[in-house]
DNA sequence: TCAAAAGTGTTACCTCTACACCCATGC
DNA sequence: GCATGGGTGTAGAGGTAACACTTTTGA
């Protein structure tokens, strides 16, 4: 792989993800950690090529960390403010890991690219947890979902990336029925609600809340859930393009 | 003033503005028409600083055209297809006018400078068209208000910002209360309600319309208006934040 | 038979809409 | 007085929210 600096990309422009998940009543974010000491998390992002519209862009630094290629992504806000750069963290990172790193030649060519301002556009995904395998990079160590209420300290402005993020999503939701992006090809209606109550933190009353999604028009009733529990079966339902 | 080849500016990174105005029932936008032959429009734009917010490059280029610096203006969207230079423009320009231009030295710099791929931050604006007296910058012909029905075919995509732009105006018109940005100090509820017909472009029943809009509680209302015509004087009402 | 959870119906309330009416103004 | 446009009131329609009830399931 090839560092940032010798591909061809456009300059100082970024583009960063909020990878959104749902999974046991949560709201998830996709998070990578970098390989370097010091804990230094920060959202999937990358750069755009010369050729490349930007929403491709997007489409493949996303595929690269879910593995999967139909996603749910919206571009939300664009990050221009003149203190976005990494130099203060470049610094700090390379303080905990002078061991790993010189700062000549090759080195000294990508401190320069990474330290410099970057504008950042912001894109958010939706996906089903349960078909995404997060892929590491070369640079993560780690790359996990974390429940949005409990995100780590991240570089940057990327906390406040990810704040902006959830806020677009909730005045989204109900225009553009995008939630069902988030849920599994069949799902019951309590787990629609459950999403609901979590993406808007407050509860919603059950039949009333059955009848809004419904007169939606968009899902399909199939067969019966049977559980094993001692009560009445849910339906199941498919969302319908 | 020098040329944006030599200015410290992000490369390839631009703000194009859509500066929306409002008079005689007609919604209008500023467009500026370049001094070259061919009839060149195109929205008023500019780079940004490297050690500028974007959005106070924003404000800066608002007030460079419209001499006014209290302005609403909000970021909508950032266009960034990679069909999105001036290769074509440049060149078909160059053509018309190849008597002023010469294509060496310093025209070669500049040549290369615009002719890049660029991303474009878009940003709309609202402003009260009597504070405004359009500014034009070197390159410049003219600059005037278009109604928004009947834009000139202009460079790039700017038509399709334009359109994007009103789609996010109508959007965020009821929920921020930004349509009063777009008239004079004091108006009249009749003058509210026809710009909200001309933005919608759909008729509101008036004593509706009246009862809706003082509901927000966001007016005051002061004296009478006398206008000599033969009936009820209107109330006169001023926006307060 | 019972508890738990799903499905459905019903009523009260609020909001928005359409229609109606009255008021001020200058001719 | 009268035509014109401005301001306000009110009944009906439509939609939302709260409550109630029935059904299904496995222990």
């Known amino acids: 792989m090839r560092s940032p600096s010798e591909e061809n990309y456009i300059q100082q422009l970024s583009i960063d993800c909020v990878i959104f998940g749902y999974h ?12 370097f000491k010091g804990d230094f998390c920060a959202l999937p992002g990358g750069f755009i090529y010369q050729e490349e519209d930007i929403d491709i862009a997007a489409h493949r630094i996303l595929q690269q960390r ?12 664009t990050f221009g403010n003149a203190t976005r750069n990494s130099l203060e963290f ?3 990172l390379i303080d905990l890991n002078s ?6 030649g090759h080195h000294r060519r990508e401190y320069d690219w990474f330290t410099r301002r970057f504008v950042s556009i912001g894109y958010y995904a939706l996906v089903d947890i349960n078909k995404v395998v997060p892929q590491k990079t070369d640079l993560d160590e780690s790359i996990e979902w974390y429940n949005i209420n409990d995100l780590p300290e991240m570089i940057i402005d990327h906390n406040a990336i990810v704040a902006k993020a959830l806020e677009t999503l909730r005045q989204n939701l109900d225009e553009k029925l995008i939630a069902f992006n988030l849920l599994p090809e069949t799902f019951t209606m309590r787990e629609v609600q459950e999403l609901y109550e979590t993406i808007f933190d407050k509860p919603f009353a059950r039949n009333n809340f059955q009848k809004m999604i419904l007169d939606l028009n968009v899902l399909e009733r199939l067969e019966k859930k049977f ?5 009445k079966a849910p339906y199941l339902y498919r969302f319908r393009k």
């Open 24 to 35: 046991d009543k949560q709201l998830k974010v996709l998070v990578p950690k970098l390989v």
């Open 90 to 92: 470049i610094n700090r």
């Open 99 to 104: 061991d790993k790193l010189t700062s000549e």
């Open 66 to 77: 879910t593995g999967i290629s139909e996603i749910y992504l919206e571009q939300f806000f």
């Open 227 to 231: 559980t094993g529990a001692a009560n």
